[in-house]
């Protein structure tokens, strides 16, 4: 089933783990173990239950967004993440506010809980794969 994603921000999906020594800044390398996204750039989304999102940010990339319970989140068809503290990214950690017209007039709070590795979004059931 397609899905409709309708997003407040951009997906910048950043490099994986840097080895010691790579040359890369300070800053390069906290991002790198930080992952983050820009949600208006959300590809795809999957809600297996109320609480609990995957979203598809790029070909390889997923994210998994903690939800305490988002009213009817498995039936939503098109979702709006929203950063808090007016940055423009979702990183690993990060809280956001969610929109739906399923979920109600209210956003739920949701947090960035972690980005997926291969063989995690590999792992999980396809109906449950954005």
Same mark, same amino acid.
């Given at each position: 089933?397609?899905?409709? $994603?309708? $997003?407040?921000? =951009?997906?910048? =999906?950043?490099?994986? !783990?840097?080895? &010691?020594?790579?040359?890369?800044?300070?800053?390069? /390398?906290?991002? =790198?173990?930080?992952? !983050?996204? %820009?949600?208006?750039? $959300?590809?795809?989304?999957?809600?297996?239950?109320?609480?609990?999102?995957? +979203?598809?940010? *790029?070909?390889?990339? +997923?994210?998994? @967004?903690?939800?305490?319970?988002? %009213?009817?989140?498995?039936?939503?068809?098109? @979702? &709006?993440?929203?950063?808090?503290?007016?940055?423009?990214?979702? !990183? +690993?950690?990060?809280? &956001?506010?969610? %929109?739906?017209? /399923?979920?109600?007039?209210?956003? !739920?709070? $949701?947090?960035?809980?972690?980005?997926?590795?291969?063989?995690? @979004?590999?792992?999980?059931? *396809?109906?449950?794969?954005?």
């Amino acid at each position: 089933m397609l899905r409709l $994603v309708l $997003v407040s921000s =951009a997906v910048l =999906a950043l490099a994986a !783990c840097a080895p &010691a020594g790579s040359g890369l800044s300070p800053s390069a /390398t906290r991002a =790198a173990a930080n992952p !983050c996204f %820009r949600p208006n750039l $959300v590809r795809n989304f999957t809600a297996p239950n109320e609480q609990t999102l995957y +979203v598809r940010t *790029s070909a390889t990339e +997923v994210f998994q @967004i903690d939800a305490t319970v988002c %009213r009817d989140l498995p039936q939503a068809v098109s @979702i &709006a993440l929203e950063p808090l503290g007016g940055t423009s990214r979702l !990183c +690993v950690g990060d809280q &956001a506010r969610l %929109r739906s017209p /399923t979920t109600g007039p209210e956003p !739920c709070r $949701v947090r960035v809980l972690r980005q997926l590795t291969t063989d995690q @979004i590999a792992a999980l059931p *396809s109906r449950d794969r954005p």
